[in-house]
């Protein structure tokens, strides 16, 4: 079992839900710490910067996706990897009763309850998926 979750957002432009989605990242980053968990960044990754490689073959990936193209979870596969977990933002912010449409776009601060949602999502499946006790 790895010892660390790779947390992979999305990257899209597209919706509201991006930017929720790659905030809730960063902070379950913030919240594991470096020692439980890596941010992994797209732009990195697909430029084969190894530490970004040696994250998606060494650590449990979460792909965060939060538009229908599953980029993260492409992204990965292209590189060789698969994620182990996917958090799909617009299911689990539904299931906790958001109003998607009203969602902020442009920014969401780290305290805003969609993204500690899907920050708590990402911690909670990493916890699952590591050695780590992740709470």
Do not use: W
Not at 59 to 79: R, W, Y
């Amino acid at each position: 079992m790895p010892k660390k979750a790779c947390i992979q957002p999305c990257l899209g432009l597209e919706t509201n839900l991006t930017t929720i989605g790659r905030q809730g990242a960063y902070l379950a980053f913030q919240r594991l710490g470096a020692e439980r968990a890596n941010l992994g960044c797209a732009p990195a990754l697909y430029a084969d910067v190894q530490e970004d490689v040696d994250f998606i073959f060494n650590d449990f990936v979460i792909a965060v996706e939060s538009c229908p193209k599953c980029c993260a979870n492409h992204l990965v596969e292209e590189k060789g990897g698969k994620a182990h977990a996917t958090i799909r933002v617009d299911e689990l912010l539904s299931s906790k009763g958001f109003d998607l449409s009203s969602l902020p776009r442009e920014h969401a601060p780290l305290d805003h309850p969609a993204v500690e949602a899907v920050a708590d999502e990402i911690i909670r499946v990493a916890g699952a998926g590591t050695e780590a006790c992740c709470t």
